[in-house]
């Protein structure tokens, strides 16, 4: 018997509420039109209820003042909700108020209990909760289903998703037990068929050959050989096969794998089934390839399991694939899990992707070295610290250190269910990004101020006011887009040459993306560059006054500081900006030219301590700009 048409009469509560007057509270109005039936509830809060009912769907939304939510709702048997064609009116009688988000009421004088509750993830998850203690089969089986159909955002959302699975299969198991005199029984639902088998043991060779159920009985979805080892010691044993039709929570954040059969789970209640000495053997047909809109050329087929117990992501551990043909597949795995053919991408696999990470994590570690021995050299050198130029050096080097520092942290961070520490993640690159530039803006300020405004200027606190700029401007930014909701966090990057996507933590707003940080970088470019040309010009005027020579060097820190502006802009353009940053040309030059970053300031700030080693020994030469820290 399908339970189908029985929860119909169950849960079909029904109503349509038709012109409701707002002065009226705790009545429940019910409209049947054609197939839909409406309901529409009221409550002394000025809370309503909509919940509408047709053969397809069964939506619930739930209104305020103030709030429009989806909802649950879930009644017990109404026997009133058949055969009428005016709209029917009932009273209600509030048996329990739980909190703003949850009411327990009673129409027409007990006759149904109903409870309602807004699809928000806590209230949803305390209701999973509840029904996993008192589980009451096969109504909750039907239930459990529907939250997930009526509440399908927040069963998603992680606080949830566990709750949700693990109370799901509880209620298979609950159908898999249930009483049944026949050897085996299937039981429909929209979402999910279970096929429930009663093992006779003492008949048994080594396999029990069953089909995994369809949605009609020719949908061939798949066939099963079930070991009987693992049950050797027993008489009779139930077991159940789960085939799938709304899996979507089992392939939630599931990244570049597409599904190629249904989600088929075989469930021994009461045992967890392992190491097999005989392997499970499934059989799939590939019914879901046609609808995929891939080039098959480019994917292996790969028989993967959900990993529940673990960190419930899709694996291969234990499990063999062999293909028979182009729409079938069979699966050999040693342990009961649930089961899918996946498509893997053959062209980039997940090892050489792992490999090319690793590549560009030791462009960063490498950068990030020698920006600290720069910064650590500064600490414990006393005479480089009396030097303004190589504060503003050191400076640099410590914001390109937080920079790959933070960015090697950025693919992890995604991973993470603390949403907090992903945005902390990315506020920390954005704002090790900006200082950088703004560092870079400063370097060429500094010997603009250096060289051609004169050398007697004393500027009071100069390098507390520089440091106010570089680390404070960045600051004001990003201070300022935090503020707006939702600018930071997990993000999606999409790979130029295969279209698959990756997430990390970063800026979600594609227009701030390049908005700020294009603008910010080009005017910094700009800056730099009109310094260089002055630089130059105020030289070649030297010359002609009078031989200078020593300030050739300063011409030559300013193509420095423009070398490395470009350089630092395009290793990390390449990085955040290109949607290309993702195959394997792009990845080595990243990585290439994230390594020389960190050198390049090493090496330049080695240069500056000889030439101030030789200052030392001239101190003529030195300008009050240098002395005046
Ligand atoms: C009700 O059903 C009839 C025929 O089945 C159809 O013409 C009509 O549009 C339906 N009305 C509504 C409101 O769906
Ligand atoms: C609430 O649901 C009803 C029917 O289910 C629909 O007509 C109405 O537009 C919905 N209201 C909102 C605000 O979504
Ligand atoms: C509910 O009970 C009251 C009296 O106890 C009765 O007047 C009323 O008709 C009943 N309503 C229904 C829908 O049975
Ligand atoms: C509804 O709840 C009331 C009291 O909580 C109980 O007396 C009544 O029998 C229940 N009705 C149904 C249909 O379960
Ligand atoms: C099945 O029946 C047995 C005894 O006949 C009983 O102890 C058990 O609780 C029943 N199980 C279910 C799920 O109804
Ligand atoms: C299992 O099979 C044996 C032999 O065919 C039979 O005697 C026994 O009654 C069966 N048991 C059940 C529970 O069907
Ligand atoms: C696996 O199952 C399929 C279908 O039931 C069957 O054709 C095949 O021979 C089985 N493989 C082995 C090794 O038993
Ligand atoms: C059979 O053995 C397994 C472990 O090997 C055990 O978990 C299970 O309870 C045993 N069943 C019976 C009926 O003894
Ligand atoms: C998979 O294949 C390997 C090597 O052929 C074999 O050792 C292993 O037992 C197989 N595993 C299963 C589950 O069939
Ligand atoms: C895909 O299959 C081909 C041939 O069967 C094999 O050479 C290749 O290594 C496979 N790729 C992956 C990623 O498994
Ligand atoms: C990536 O997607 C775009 C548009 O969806 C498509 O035109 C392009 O062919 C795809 N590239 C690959 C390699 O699949």
Known sequence: MSLRAKDMSLLLLLILIHGLDGEEYNKVHLILTNETMET?????????????????????????????????????????????TEPK???????KEWDSTRVDFSIGNHSSNCTVVDCLPDDIRKLLEEKAKTMNIPTDMRNILNIKTMCKNVIFHEAVLDTYISVEKKAIH??????????????????????????????????????????????EVADTQIP?????????????????????????????????????????????????????NVSFKLNYIKDTPLDLKNYNRSCQFYDENGDRTW???????????????????????PFAVLLIDSTISEKQWEILSYISYAGCSVSAFFSAITVLSFIFNSNARAEVSSSIHVSLSGALFLLNISFMFSEWGATLTVKEVCVFIAVTIHYSLLCTFTWMAIEALHLYLLLVRVFNIYVRYYMVKLSLIGWGVPAVIVGGLMSVNNIYGITEITFSDTNTTNEICWIRD????????????????????????????????????GNRHDKMPVWKDAGTVLGLMCLVGTTWGLAFFSSGYNNYPILYLFCILNTMQGFYIFVWMCGTARKNRAQTSHPKSKSTLDSSK
Do not use: W
Not at 315 to 337: A, F, R
Not at 511 to 533: E, K, Q
């Open 89 to 95: 009116i009932f009273d209600l009688e509030i048996l």
């Open 315 to 337: 694996k291969t551990d234990g499990c063999n694939t062999t293909l028979i043909s182009d729409n079938v597949v069979e699966c050999y795995c040693n342990h009961m899990t």
């Open 174 to 219: 609950g159908i898999i037990n249930m009483n049944n005199s026949e050897q085996s029984k299937t039981c429909y639902q929209e979402d999910l068929s279970i096929l429930a088998v009663k093992m006779n043991l003492s008949k048994t060779n080594d396999f029990v050959q069953i089909a995994a159920p369809g949605v009609f009985s020719y949908d």
């Open 510 to 545: 594609r227009h701030v993306l390049y908005g700020v940080n294009i603008s910010y970088f080009s005017i910094i470019f700009m800056f730099n560059l009109a310094i260089l040309i002055t630089v130059s010009r105020q030289i070649f005027k030297l010359r002609r006054v």
């Open 228 to 280: 009987v080892e693992a049950f050797k010691n027993e008489s009779e044993r139930k077991f159940g096969i789960v085939t799938y039709y709304s899996d979507q929570h089992l392939k939630f954040k599931v990244k570049n794998k597409y599904f190629a059969s249904n989600v088929i789970r075989i469930e021994v209640p009461g045992r967890h089934i392992v190491n097999l000495i005989n392997p499970l």
């Open 40 to 84: 529409r509830i009221s409550f002394t809060s000025g809370r309503r209820i909509t919940v509408r009912e047709t053969p397809t769907q069964l939506l619930c939304n739930s209104t305020t003042k103030s709030t429009i939510n989806s909802c649950y709702i879930e009644c017990s048997s109404f026997s009133q909700n058949k055969g009428f």
